[in-house]
């Protein structure tokens, strides 16, 4: 959605107009089809990188647009969040050496954005999520300040009629509201290009669908958010949820939300999706259009369909066809937006160039993939690739249901080379970048499984924090290295740095995973929890998650004395032991105001409230001890 100029949301007429221009630039469009005016002599590639910029404490660094203004190169581009980054990469002919001369210009644009980052003492990361990013840096505050991601998000949230929820559940469970489209920008991604002519498109994007998991499950690199381990490829729930503009009230009516693999092959053409994706998604902003489409046609000239291509912008398939021009030539392209951010320039340029030789290699081994796959399986394949990244079993024509890692080193990978071949592809650089992507596979070594092995050979030793953090500067070493994933060393807890800033909220050191009760359970209850789980402190709530009450050690030993004389006691409810008068803390908070403001309030622990008053944490003196000494160095110095 690269349309700079757009226009109030919710002016209405205004939006008629623009849709009186879409419908106009669908038309011209079948009128191209139909007589033949799209470039057909060559095929191009491209790809667009997206990134993360973090502080030298490796949190989100909110400096893009000063950045931008530093690297003065128009390749580079902004992205919603203030702390996102864009590259594009100029077009080429697809064969050759055109994935060396690919991985080339990517390394030398991320090497100018690398220089002038370090001048600015911030640092560049390919991840497809970001593990230090946490909810708070997703407010509004934090929105690249241009008038398009404004709109988008008015737009967006009035369609949607309340707030964003995201709800997953992999290795651990997740279930956040959130008030605005930022959720996006947790999000970053490799999004590579192809050009197809116009009479191959409905059977080399159906190719794109029906590799599209295995594509994914071989290059997953996005396992967390917000400390929790989710799928392998947490982009792909994330990305749907967080702009999905669907009512979050229970319908029977099927809606399709605006990210998502689709509902049906291809038939006939790309117009088939533009006319699917006009009539179930309402058009969300608008720009003054200048040109007539069939004015520019009779003078030989390709139209730029600025309607169609901003109302494309707005809808989200995972392969999404485009309408481009170069030299004054239109074409069409499948843009593929699975593949995440990183580990490395060169595991990017692999995963790549797997799915550039399963496109073709596919499209030539099934002249129709239609015949010899429903679309239902190429869609469950996708959820499950995602969900389970190399661990997926998968469905594919001539093998049944399979493993992931077989049905990618048998089958798929000689497809691909094969597939490389025959479009002339060097063949040091099909040995180069398969051999990356094969390797990776017998190892099982994806991004994602490196960050879960990283993660879990630390949390014994580390907090949450400290361990997110030494991934994400484990991360930055060794992409510098430009070694792919596989042969990575997992991250240690030393590369998290001196650790004076890595506590400075609350959030980041707070317990979740609390053992609550309601304040007309029986108090028994609560020392059988204390007894069982070595707590002293049980948060009360009431049935809305709203925290009124807190039962402590102390409180139970009280009650215990009072009833010190042998005889049965009655029945007591939580209400009458529970402190009512509460000290709390918010998220946001900084550790160090923590700290001062359980000394003066004289207690040994905060329950963590939303502005809401709901409970979503707890933090004691003991969670403190383990980073008392990095606290009152921070705190001197």
């Not at 893009?64 to 128009?74: C, G, K, R």
């Not at 951010?341 to 496109?359: K, Q, R």
């Not at 809401?612 to 990095?630: C, H, P, Y």
């Amino acid at each position: 959605m690269g349309e700079q100029q757009v226009k109030n949301p919710f002016d209405a007429e205004q939006l008629r107009l623009f849709s009186r221009k879409l419908l106009t630039d669908l038309r011209a469009l079948e009128t191209m089809l139909e007589e033949g005016v799209f470039e057909t002599e060559v095929r191009r590639i491209g790809a667009e990188q997206e990134m993360f910029l973090v502080d030298r404490d490796w949190r989100p660094a909110r400096v893009a647009t000063e950045l931008l203004e530093s690297i003065d190169d128009p390749h580079f581009t902004t992205e919603l969040g203030r702390f996102n980054m864009e590259c594009n990469l100029d077009p080429i002919t697809l064969g050759g050496t055109s994935l060396r001369e690919m991985e080339r210009q990517l390394t030398v644009l991320l090497h100018k954005a690398r220089l002038a980052a370090d001048e600015m003492d911030v640092e560049v990361v390919l991840c497809g999520i970001l593990p230090t990013l946490d909810k708070a840096d997703l407010s509004l505050q934090n929105m690249t300040p241009r008038p398009r991601y404004f709109a988008l998000n008015e737009a967006m949230t009035q369609l949607r009629g309340g707030r964003y929820h995201l709800h997953l559940k992999g290795r651990d469970e997740i279930n956040v509201t959130h008030d605005n489209v930022m959720l996006e920008s947790c999000n970053t991604s490799f999004q590579v290009h192809v050009q197809v002519k116009p009479e191959n498109f409905a059977r080399i994007y159906n190719t794109a669908q029906a590799v599209a998991a295995p594509v994914l499950a071989a290059t997953t690199n996005s396992p967390m958010l917000f400390g929790r381990q989710l799928w392998r490829e947490t982009r792909i729930a994330l990305f749907q949820q967080s702009i999905d503009t669907r009512s979050p009230g229970g319908h029977l009516r099927t809606q399709s939300p605006r990210v998502s693999f689709g509902r049906r092959w291809v038939a006939e053409s790309v117009v088939e999706i533009f006319k699917e994706d006009i009539s179930r998604f309402r058009v969300l902003m608008s720009t003054d259009v200048d040109e007539d489409p069939f004015e520019a046609l009779d003078r030989g000239d390709a139209p730029r369909l600025q309607a169609l291509r901003l109302h494309n912008g707005t809808i989200y398939r995972w392969n999404r066809p485009c309408y481009g021009i170069s030299n004054n030539k239109a074409h069409l392209r499948i843009e593929n937006r699975i593949l995440p951010a990183g580990p490395t320039p060169l595991d990017e340029v692999a995963n790549a160039a797997f799915w550039f030789g399963l496109l073709n290699g596919v499209s030539t081994l099934y002249p129709d993939v239609t015949d010899v796959m429903e679309f239902e399986v190429a869609r469950e394949n996708f959820v499950a690739a995602a969900r389970l990244g190399l661990g997926a079993h998968l469905s594919w024509p001539g093998r049944g249901n399979i493993p992931a890692q077989q049905l990618l080193l048998v089958e798929l990978l000689p497809v691909a080379r094969q597939g490389l071949e025959e479009l002339d592809t060097d063949s040091a650089d099909i040995d180069r970048y398969l051999g990356v992507i094969e390797e990776r596979i017998r190892s099982l070594r994806t991004g994602s499984q490196w960050q879960v092995d990283s993660y879990d050979s630390m949390k014994c030793d580390g907090s949450q924090a400290e361990c997110l953090t030494a991934i994400v500067a484990a991360t930055v070493h060794r992409q510098r290295t430009e070694q792919p994933v596989h042969t990575w060393e997992l991250a240690s807890l030393e590369e998290a740095g001196d650790g004076k800033k890595h506590h400075l909220r609350v959030a980041q050191l707070m317990t979740t995973d609390l053992f609550t009760v309601n304040q007309d359970e029986l108090v028994d209850i609560v020392a059988c929890v204390m007894n069982w789980h070595h707590i002293r402190h049980v948060p009360v709530e009431d049935n809305l998650h709203r925290l009124v009450g807190l039962v402590t050690h102390r409180s139970l030993l009280r009650l215990l004395a009072d009833n010190a004389t042998g005889e049965e006691h009655r029945p007591v409810p939580v209400s009458e032991i529970m402190t009512t008068q509460l000290v709390t803390a918010s998220p946001t908070m900084s550790t160090l105001e923590a700290i001062r403001l359980m000394r003066e309030s004289r207690v040994s622990c905060l329950p963590v409230v939303d502005k809401k008053k709901r409970l979503v944490g707890i933090v004691t003196e003991r969670d403190f001890m383990s980073i008392a000494g990095q606290l009152l160095e921070a705190y001197l110095s």
